[in-house]
């Protein structure tokens, strides 16, 4: 399987007494990743199946991904903590080409896991807010293969 691992875009601070999970996008955030997504369309990178977080700004970002994913997202859970067995299953029972949208140290973690069979050089990893891995292979511990790390200034200039 192919997964892509995409960070949410620029968010706005949390106000005082706003909870973590209601921050939204900023007007920056939404133009940045609308750009980054014309670059995953340049590559010819497209979706099967796209899962996010229950967090608003993930949420968000999962909305403009559309151009290059004409299925509604999938909210779960799984990718508002720390990556766990639950999420390889879920990840294990997509199709081909998967794309999961969260939040940071979660997905450096994932991404450490499943490349490198355990999360410990998760901080190695800088995924910047817009930022995707692409990975391939199996969705288990060390079963996948690192194909490219694109941050999102790159994805921006890709046309």
């Known amino acids: 399987m192919q997964l892509f691992v995409v960070r949410?875009?620029?968010?706005?601070?949390a106000e005082l007494g706003q909870s973590d999970d209601e921050r939204s996008l900023t007007k920056e955030g939404r133009a940045k990743f609308k750009q980054v997504v014309r670059g995953l369309r340049a590559l010819d990178v497209s979706f099967e199946r796209l899962l996010?977080?229950?967090?608003?700004?993930a949420q968000q970002t999962a909305k403009l991904l559309r151009p290059v994913c004409n299925i509604m997202p999938i909210v779960t859970e799984l990718l508002a903590q720390p990556?766990?067995?639950?999420?390889?299953s879920a990840l294990a029972d997509g199709t081909d080409v998967t794309a999961?949208?969260?939040?940071?140290?979660w997905l450096s973690e994932l991404?450490?896991?499943?490349?490198?069979?355990?999360?410990?050089?998760?901080?190695?990893?800088?995924l910047k807010k817009g930022g995707v891995v692409w990975l391939d292979g199996d969705p288990i511990p060390?079963?996948?293969?690192?194909?490219?790390?694109l941050p999102p200034k790159l994805l921006r200039l890709t046309r």
């Open 8 to 13: 949410h875009g620029i968010a706005e601070d």
């Open 52 to 57: 996010t977080s229950p967090w608003k700004r």
């Open 83 to 88: 990556p766990r067995a639950e999420l390889l």
């Open 100 to 105: 999961v949208v969260g939040h940071e140290p």
């Open 111 to 126: 991404v450490a896991w499943l490349a490198f069979g355990d999360q410990k050089h998760h901080d190695a990893l800088d």
């Open 142 to 149: 060390g079963g996948m293969e690192l194909k490219a790390f």
